[in-house]
């Protein structure tokens, strides 16, 4: 089993800033891919960022140039750094982890999510 354990939400005004943070445990031989993606009320989840084994990202088009997502230095961690925060930016935030555990077992998952508030 892999355990994502997400921290850092909160509620902040307009402009502000908030960073996230996912640290992953358990069984983990390997890690491909680490996202972010969020949910609003209402609204289908939806993808906001990943950082590859090889430290490529892609961001989805309304966050780029305010967010940034990082390995950290434990290579089983993912910050989302988030500046210029809008209302719109308001949702759960899911941390999500791909990669293989020992025996070459494909691994997905998912963290609890954390709140993110912007307030206008």
């Known amino acids: 089993q892999v355990q994502l354990v997400e921290s850092g939400g909160g509620l902040v005004q307009t402009g502000g800033s908030l960073r996230l943070s996912c640290a992953a445990s358990?069984?983990?031989?390997?890690?491909?891919?680490m996202a972010w993606h969020r949910q609003a009320p209402g609204k289908q989840r939806e993808f906001v960022a990943l950082i590859t084994s090889g430290y490529s990202t892609t961001y989805r088009d309304s966050v780029k140039g305010r967010f940034t997502i990082s390995r950290g230095n434990d290579k089983n961690t993912v910050d989302l750094e988030m500046n210029s925060l809008k209302p719109e930016d308001t949702a759960v935030y899911y941390c999500n982890v791909a990669g293989r555990r020992p025996g070459d077992i494909i691994f997905n998952s998912w963290g609890q999510g954390t709140q993110v508030t912007v307030s206008s």
């Open positions: 358990g069984s983990i031989a390997s890690i491909n891919i």
